[in-house]
């Protein structure tokens, strides 16, 4: 009964933090490969906010690896009043890194030939 009742408060405070969050920023949760397209979409409620670049960081060291201006405006989307389309497509070395553009950070992602690998199994499991 803990257990349930310590997995329901972390569910509980994990969506209370999406609903207060303004700007997200979305990513391919599985990965990139390191020559394939690579797309993170950056979503905003804040109807200001103008993002003209992005960074990118190592997702141990924290240092900044990768700054980019290949973000392209989409607008309106859903519930948000801005969307955005960071593309770090030219991007082709393997690790572990994280987005940032203004306040707003990505979670974790790699960038490696593996990421999909086990991805069917898992999914049939």
Do not use: C
Not at 11 to 27: E, F, M
Not at 109 to 124: C, E, K, P, Q, T
């Amino acid at each position: 009964m803990k257990l349930r009742s310590l997995f329901l408060s972390a569910l509980v405070l994990s969506t209370i933090d999406l609903v207060v969050a303004q700007t997200v920023i979305r990513i391919n949760q599985l990965g990139y490969l390191p020559r394939s397209t690579k797309v993170a979409v950056l979503l905003s409620k804040d109807e200001k906010l103008s993002v003209q670049s992005f960074v990118l960081h190592d997702a141990l060291t924290d240092e900044v690896v990768w700054k980019s201006k290949q973000v392209k405006a989409y607008g309106g989307y859903g519930a948000f009043s801005q969307s955005y389309r960071l593309d770090l497509s030219s991007f082709h070395h393997d690790g572990g890194y994280y987005i940032k553009a203004g306040d707003a950070r990505s979670p974790n992602f790699r960038i490696a030939n593996d990421v999909y690998s086990g991805a069917a199994d898992f999914l049939l499991d």
